[in-house]
């Protein structure tokens, strides 16, 4: 079984950065699109980033011009940047890869980021 495993979270400050990484362990196929989902408590999980393969991405406005979210391909990995965090931010973080054709997501398994001072 695929499995993504994620990396990078914990608890920083207002203002602060993380960097956070998603890689697949096992073999998989070629992914189309790749991004990050977030849910706070009580709220809806939310969209933050997604990068197609062509390099092409969408951000949430929430997020715009602080998170950018890049991919290796040829080690099918995506990371999240994020700079300037705001308490706001703070929520578990999900990675997603979409494989090419009609298979469903592959999904990490979560990593909390904290955002407080």
């Known amino acids: 079984q695929v499995q993504l495993v994620e990396s990078g979270g914990g608890l920083v400050q207002p203002g602060g950065s993380l960097r956070l990484s998603c890689a697949a362990s096992?073999?998989?196929?070629?992914?189309?699109?790749m991004g990050w989902y977030r849910q706070a408590p009580g709220k809806q999980r939310e969209l933050v980033a997604r990068?197609?393969?062509?390099?092409?991405?969408t951000y949430a406005d929430s997020v715009k011009g602080r998170f950018t979210i890049s991919r290796d391909n040829a080690k099918n990995t995506v990371a999240l940047q994020m700079n300037s965090l705001k308490p706001e931010d703070t929520a578990v973080y999900y990675c997603?890869?979409?494989?090419?054709?009609?298979?469903?997501?592959?999904w990490g398994q979560g990593t909390q980021v904290t955002v407080s001072s």
């Open positions: 990068i197609t393969s062509y390099g092409t991405t």
């Open positions: 997603y890869f979409n494989p090419l054709g009609p298979n469903p997501n592959y």
């Open positions: 096992g073999s998989i196929d070629r992914i189309s699109t």
